[in-house]
């Protein structure tokens, strides 16, 4: 599979970066967790506990334009959301949305966790809904589809 380089940038508006939990600004932590809340709480009518323990250990892969969060990711280690290393918390602002700001996040999301974790795989627990896009990109389905939160999700894997 062909995936853009991280340098490559489809939206040349866009600056990205990642960092670990405790690089992370005040502000950059609050539109992030601000985004999140938009997104899977609000947007979506769904009430669970966001904050899981597990973003002081993430890297945290953010896109930005004028200020704003417009596109956002963790990546995890492998042994903590699962024995492979995990994406997670994959969002693009509304406002930004149809830009392909998505895919671009989850390629470098992939390559993120390829060069730091060489060897491992990755898995998702991706929305059941996003299970097509996730497999353009690389994921295929293992396992049967589940509920969590009240929204069917099904375990995806991207081999190494």
Same mark, same amino acid.
């Given at each position: 599979? *062909?995936? @853009?380089?991280?340098?490559?940038n ?9 960092? %670990?939990?405790? +690089? #992370? ?10 985004l999140?809340?938009?997104i ?15 973003d ?16 956002? *990711?963790? @990546? ?14 994959? %969002?693009?602002? +509304? #406002? ?65």
């Open positions: 599979m *062909l995936m @853009a380089p991280v340098g490559t489809t939206d040349m508006s866009c600056r990205w970066n990642t960092v %670990a939990f405790d +690089d #992370l600004s005040n502000n950059e932590l609050y539109q992030i967790m601000r999140r809340q938009d899977f709480i609000i947007e979506q009518n769904c009430f669970y506990s966001d904050l899981d323990g597990l002081q250990t993430a890297r945290h892969m953010l896109a930005w334009e004028d200020g704003a969060l417009l596109a956002y *990711l963790r @990546a995890l280690p492998p042994g903590c959301s699962y024995p492979q290393s995990s994406l997670g918390r994959i %969002a693009v602002a +509304d #406002l930004a949305r149809g830009r392909q700001l998505g895919r671009e996040l989850v390629q470098r999301g992939i390559t993120h966790n390829l060069q730091h974790w060489p060897g491992s795989d990755i898995q998702i627990g991706a929305q059941a809904h996003l299970s097509q896009f996730y497999s353009s990109l690389g994921f295929k389905t293992v396992g049967q589809e589940y509920i969590e939160d009240g929204i069917p999700h099904c375990h995806m894997l991207f081999r190494a």
